[in-house]
């Protein structure tokens, strides 16, 4: 059977949520007994996202084998089972790379090298290659609004597909708005014809339109815009604002999205099968009670600099049927100008969990060590990933071992205590990933800590992103004050995960949980996190009456 692909584009404005419409119709086509891939291309010039700024460009999700990608790979696994990796997510940066260096090594023969056809023949057989993985369909986002200059080659390349495959094995979905104009107490549906009009423009009909509204379109409505849009009626879907997104599928398989791509696809396939989904969406919206978490962080301006993270403290609260209620915490707002002052307290108190993830740089270190200290000392459960396992393990020297100038040598290079430092660089062996240890590594745990009795097992993979380690030189010391490792790479060169045993629940680990959690399958770490922050939660509620009826007494 020849290749199947899906193309998702997007128009009008950016941010319609392309990457959460393919990983709606991924999971629907993999509900109905569908193997699926799924693969997105950016029209900027960087090579990947890794080294752009999280408030420009949001999280950066890491693949197993070590990718940086966009953060919609996120969601493609996240909705999925597609084992994604780095061939999963171009850049026009990395295409013009590729090409460069096919040109400098002489592999044009000396043609003249230009856009087309050499740029989009590279395109597609990106896109020939993900499909050669064997998926029974592949669905493709082009990043980016039709009409952007940027995005003009992967549309062409898209073009193209559909003459050497044929009408039969491609199908276009096309996200776009159907804005509400409050002044005129109507939607309009003209943004959505010039949009349907710029794609007609470089030879592409759209099949499924993907109206993003804030409320249900008239039949009326749906009416007109096929008309004027050259679809289906049915093929003019309502893709309303919902509460959850875990309630998109469930609101496509509503609109009858899945059947409508099998039959412009000629494919046959089961029943879906979304009854997990629906328990999801039940429990989204009838949780038992609440959980809070306070996140303390760099980037908690832009949320979806910690998109993977977010997610998947929602899946923890799910698991145990509660609503998560998050805080975000600009860290440099916890810094103290005098050591002894404790006012920054007010600001954790209340919290069932404490949190502090990933990042890069020491802007607001100070105020992270202030929060972990708090948690520490108040037994507030917390859970530091990346950055906050490595200041945990500082808080812990300085607080608790008396190493008051322990720190990191990404924060001071020339500090009298490195607790945390760059392993490899001083062994003189040669970074892996630049200057990162990035992607799937292994893990041996120990027997009887929280992280073995989370997993279930003691051996674990997990995906990293960070250029720093743990100095093991301080371990004696450090685990003399009652630090436990518990977590180590196999050959024990690498210090994976560090805990405080009588503590309700103190964890920090050195790779990054969040990007394999699912809704359902929600990851260990951020699971026993959340059941042990509600549990802090539930004894308060309890002490706060005995408190007030002894201070009645009194």
């Not at 230009?114 to 395109?123: M, Y």
């Not at 899946?315 to 145990?320: M, T, V």
């Not at 270190?365 to 917390?382: C, D, K, S, T, W």
Request: net charge negative.
């Amino acid at each position: 059977m020849s290749a199947k692909y899906i193309f998702v584009t997007g128009g009008v404005v950016s941010s319609l949520g392309k990457g959460l419409a393919a990983a709606s119709i991924g999971c629907l086509l993999e509900s109905r007994g569908l193997k699926v891939n799924l693969m997105k291309f950016d029209p900027y010039l960087n090579v990947d996202p890794g080294t752009m700024s999280p408030f420009q460009h949001g999280e950066v999700f890491v693949t197993d084998d070590g990718a940086e990608t966009d953060l919609d790979l996120g969601h493609y696994e996240r909705f999925t089972h597609a084992h994604l990796s780095r061939e999963n997510n171009l850049t026009t940066g990395r295409i013009y790379e590729q090409i460069i260096l096919k040109e400098r090594r002489g592999d044009y023969l000396g043609k003249t090298v230009q856009v087309i056809p050499h740029v989009t023949n590279e395109i597609k057989n990106a896109m020939r290659k993900v499909a050669s993985h064997g998926a029974d369909v592949n669905i493709i986002e082009i990043g980016g609004t039709v009409g952007d200059i940027e995005s003009l080659p992967f549309l062409e390349a898209i073009r193209q597909m559909r003459q050497e495959l044929g009408r039969e094995n491609t199908c276009f979905v096309h996200v776009t708005l159907v804005p509400w104009i409050g002044a005129a107490q109507e939607l309009k549906t003209k943004p959505t014809q010039h949009s349907v009009k710029e794609l007609l423009s470089i030879g592409i009909q759209a099949d499924i339109l993907l109206c993003r509204t804030d409320r249900a379109l008239p039949r009326e409505m749906k009416a007109k815009i096929a008309a004027f849009c050259n679809v289906e009626e049915r093929a003019v879907v309502t893709a309303r604002d919902v509460g959850s997104i875990y309630e998109c599928p469930l609101a496509f398989a509503e609109e009858g999205v899945d059947a409508l791509a099998l039959k412009y696809l000629h494919m046959d396939a089961g029943e879906p099968r979304m009854d997990a989904w629906r328990e999801i969406v039940r429990r989204a919206y009838n949780p038992a009670d609440t959980v809070s978490i306070g996140i303390v962080g760099k980037y908690v301006e832009y949320e979806d600099s910690y998109k993977s993270l977010k997610e998947a403290l929602v899946h923890g609260a799910l698991a145990h049927n509660l609503k998560l209620s998050v805080t975000w915490i600009e860290a440099e707002g916890l810094e103290m100008a005098d050591p002894l002052d404790r006012s920054y307290e007010a600001q954790l108190a209340g919290f069932d969990g404490i949190l502090v993830p990933g990042g890069f740089g020491k802007r607001g270190i100070e105020g992270m060590l202030n929060a972990i200290r708090y948690a520490r000392v108040h037994q507030v459960p917390y859970f530091g990933i990346c950055l906050g396992m490595q200041t945990a393990c500082i808080e812990f020297a300085r607080n608790v071992c008396g190493l008051r100038q322990a720190n990191s040598s990404e924060f001071d290079p020339a500090a009298e205590h490195r607790i945390i430092y760059k392993l490899r660089e001083l062994l003189g062996v040669e970074e892996m990933g630049g200057t990162m240890r990035l992607g799937a590594w292994d893990c041996v745990l120990e027997p009887g800590s929280l992280a073995q009795k989370a997993y279930g097992a003691t051996e674990i993979s997990e995906r990293h992103r960070h250029r720093y380690e743990f100095n093991r030189e301080y371990e004696a010391l450090l685990t003399g004050g009652g630090l436990r490792l518990t977590g180590t790479t196999p050959d024990a060169t690498y210090v994976e995960i560090v805990e405080i045993p009588d503590h309700p629940f103190f964890l920090g680990c050195q790779f990054h949980p969040e990007f394999k959690s699912k809704p359902l399958e929600p990851h260990p770490l951020f699971r026993d996190f959340v059941a042990a922050s509600y549990r802090n939660r539930q004894q308060r509620t309890v002490a706060q009456p005995a408190s007030a009826e002894a201070a009645n007494k009194a």
